[in-house]
């Protein structure tokens, strides 16, 4: 229906107060007009609803729907869900952001954006709109996929599909850590390719990566997914998308990675699960899209539990960007006392250096692996100082200096990538061995010592194990030197590695050094040793002159670089031998923008 069609004046909305509004889908049949009434509801007393959570889509492009009598546009992607689930005997209550909320007023949007989390929670259940399915019943034949594929999972993995919805970490808990005990993919017999095809299709809908599927898959346990005609358990989906990613290879090889399963996989993260630690919460939502940048913060709200910070993040569509991200600093050195907040700016597009950047994927290194605390203390049992200047966007940081970078070598999370192919070897080996000529330019001969193996080894899995806990600095070492025996020339290995130390290392696990790796195009990363002969690695491009600080109350140092007067952040850093410390009996203040 067109607005053409009918000659209806345009609907106003009418003040909203601290409540919200829920839609009745009048009944009609395919084809019909859609007819809606809004009503203002108390939270005391509301009728059974169901919330819909879906992808906005091309906001430009609308369809008219009526309401009370009067024209109101919403987008096609709604229009569908709405044609869908309409009945056609009966009215429906239902809840959708773009219609219960007046996207044009500010100071409501900003209410209702601060309950969104409870209106969900207060819904029977969440309805998972994807969008349309195709001319084909890809739909269909993905449900069948993946209803096939995880009861053979949950078979072998010795889980019910009922129990799926009460683990917590899906991907870590269950299927990451039970990798060795998954079906190999050839095995699962899904017959033609038509089955890999409609899970490739159904996976790489744009709804998985919208920033707000977050809290809305958080807030509801109840919750279906609907594609066309076809309803999926979302537990079902998301345990197949935890399992098309465990495995690097399985990916590659069935055309996986060009999807969106790790979005789905990625919701099941403990980082989204753990309130108390929002900032790594905001790290892993990065990855995921929203048509206002400041939704990267307001729309996981609902699920932060902030402290004394709490009113520096409310829900304010008034204020710029840059204000709403520089607050999440300030409210993180608030609630926390710490510098752990300054760990998430690598890479950050913001015109200051101490702000993350919540829009950008921050595909660096995670400073908290999987969202665990960790024991480095290189200030020691100290709390942060630090002082914001809002006019002038400058961050005042108490620490020390402890030396300057001498020689860097730039790599990438990827150069820990197993090895699947000759090309992939010849990749490696490549970058490993330009890694190895620049630590040669620092020492007086080779092949390496001990010492300085360890260091590197230990500086690039940055202390941490393949269960992302401190590990053994001598694992690290033999895994590292086992890794390298698999992927350099003989000539380069014979080298730079000891006959000794290759002996003692045959028993390493090279599949096993630096981390699982996704199929990311992550940034660079810098390698470095210092001025007094220190060893780290850091989450950004360093050079020659940049300075390792440590702050009082960090987890890692910071890499800062002097430009007239003041400093940039460049990064956090692993520094091999540094990572415990004392108090620092001298500090020092310096000023970051």
Not at 49 to 62: P, T
Not at 450 to 456: G, N, P
Request: net charge negative.
């Amino acid at each position: 229906m067109e607005e053409s069609d009918v000659s209806l004046e345009h609907y106003q909305y009418t003040d909203l107060p601290a409540n919200f509004r829920v839609l009745e889908l009048l009944p009609g049949k395919r084809g019909e007009h859609i007819s809606i009434l809004l009503q203002t509801v108390d939270w005391n007393n509301y009728p059974d609803f169901n919330a819909i959570s879906y992808a906005w889509g091309d906001i430009h492009k609308k369809r008219p729907i009526i309401c009370h009598s009067k024209w109101l546009y919403v987008s096609e992607n709604l229009y569908a869900a709405l044609e869908h689930l309409r009945y056609e005997s009966e009215s429906r209550y239902l809840w959708a952001d773009a219609v219960c909320t007046n996207q044009k007023n500010i100071p409501e949007r900003g209410t209702q954006v601060a309950q969104m989390k409870r209106i969900y929670e207060a819904s029977k259940s969440t309805i998972v709109w994807i969008g349309e399915d195709e001319k084909q019943s890809k739909a269909q034949d993905a449900k069948t996929a993946i209803n096939k594929i995880s009861d053979t999972i949950c078979d072998k993995l010795g889980v019910s599909v009922p129990e799926l919805s009460k683990i917590g970490d899906v991907y870590n808990d269950l299927v990451f850590k039970n990798r060795h005990k998954l079906p190999l993919p050839e095995t699962l017999n899904l017959g033609t390719e038509v089955s890999l095809d409609s899970l490739i299709w159904l996976f790489s809908k744009p709804y998985f990566t919208r920033v707000w599927v977050v809290q809305e898959i958080y807030a509801q346990a109840a919750r279906m997914v609907h594609c066309g005609e076809e309803e999926i358990s979302w537990d079902r989906l998301q345990l197949v998308a935890c399992y098309f990613i465990a495995d690097t290879a399985w990916s590659k090889q069935y055309g996986f990675t060009s999807t969106n399963c790790w979005y789905v996989a990625s919701m099941s993260a403990v980082g989204f699960s753990h309130p108390d630690n929002w900032p790594q919460m905001l790290y892993l939502a990065s990855n995921f899209a929203s048509t206002d940048p400041r939704d990267q913060i307001f729309s996981l709200r609902g699920l932060m539990k902030l402290g004394l910070g709490a009113d520096l993040l409310m829900p304010d569509y008034s204020k710029s960007v840059l204000e709403i991200y520089r607050n999440s600093v300030e409210a993180a050195l608030t609630d926390f006392q710490s510098t752990d907040v300054l760990n998430y700016t690598p890479g950050t597009r913001m015109a200051v250096s101490w702000v993350p950047d919540w829009n950008h994927a921050m595909l660096f290194r995670n400073p908290f692996r999987f969202g665990k605390p960790l024991p480095w203390k290189p200030a020691g049992a100290t709390k942060a100082v630090w002082k914001v200047d809002r006019g002038a966007n400058f961050l005042y940081l108490t620490g020390k200096i402890i030396d300057s970078i001498k020689y860097t070598e730039s790599y990438k999370e990827n150069y820990f990538d197993n090895i699947v192919s000759e090309t992939d070897r010849m990749f490696l080996s490549r970058n490993w061995t330009r890694i190895l000529n620049a630590i040669e330019k620092s020492q007086s001969h080779v092949p390496f010592t001990k010492e300085v193996l360890t260091a590197t080894a230990t500086s690039f899995t940055f202390g941490l194990n393949e269960k992302t806990d401190p590990g053994d600095e001598h694992i690290f070492l033999v895994n590292f030197i086992a890794y390298l025996k698999t992927i350099l020339t003989e000539k380069t290995f014979n080298k730079y590695i000891s006959t000794e130390l290759a002996k003692d290392a045959e028993n390493g696990e090279a599949h096993t050094f630096g981390k699982p790796v996704w199929d990311f195009k992550y940034p660079e990363s810098t390698f470095f040793i210092t001025e007094t002969g220190l060893v780290g690695c850091s989450t950004e491009i360093n050079h020659a002159g940049d300075v390792v600080f440590v702050p009082l109350g960090s987890v890692y140092p910071l890499i800062i670089r002097p430009i007239a007067g003041y400093y940039c952040l460049k990064g956090f850093a692993y520094v091999y031998g540094y990572m415990y410390g004392d108090p620092p009996s001298e500090t020092q203040v310096v000023e970051i923008h």
